[in-house]
């Protein structure tokens, strides 16, 4: 399965502190703001999302189209950024995986990168908006 969107709703996102936003900037074309369904958490100086398709509660980002020539560049870049990566050891923080995405009135399918740890003890970011919180 694949997307030629991304999701991003943290240190990728464009005005947020510790953003590593050059890696979406130069890859990808601007959609717009967009929602998720599920639970934001602070795990440190970075944000991880749950994903709940039956929840409520939304987490905010932004969604960008990948453009075609750079995919698998920008995704290998991506991969290893958020160490889930073959290069690193299981099991990993973070888990890619395809979801909708909220735009307006629009649903799009978007890679995301998932939180894959317990969550116990975590800050759970109510807003579920990490630009808000920096």
Not at 11 to 38: C, D, M, N, P, W
Not at 41 to 67: A, M, Q, T
Not at 105 to 115: A, E, L, S, T
Not at 119 to 134: R, V
């Amino acid at each position: 399965m694949r997307s030629s969107y991304i999701f991003v709703y943290g240190t990728l996102r464009a005005k947020v502190k510790e953003s590593q936003h050059t890696l979406i900037k130069q890859y990808t074309q601007y959609v717009g703001i967009g929602f998720v369904y599920g639970s934001l958490y602070n795990i440190s100086w970075y944000p991880g999302v749950v994903l709940d398709k039956k929840s409520k509660k939304r987490v905010y980002g932004e969604i960008y189209r990948i453009k075609r020539a750079f995919y698998y560049k920008l995704i290998r870049q991506l991969d290893n950024y958020e160490e889930c990566s073959s290069k690193f050891p299981k099991p990993h923080e973070y888990q890619r995986v395809i979801t909708n995405a909220y735009l307006k009135r629009r649903k799009i399918r978007v890679w995301i990168y998932q939180y894959n740890l317990d969550t116990k003890g975590l800050h759970l970011i109510e807003s579920g908006d990490f630009g808000k919180e920096k």
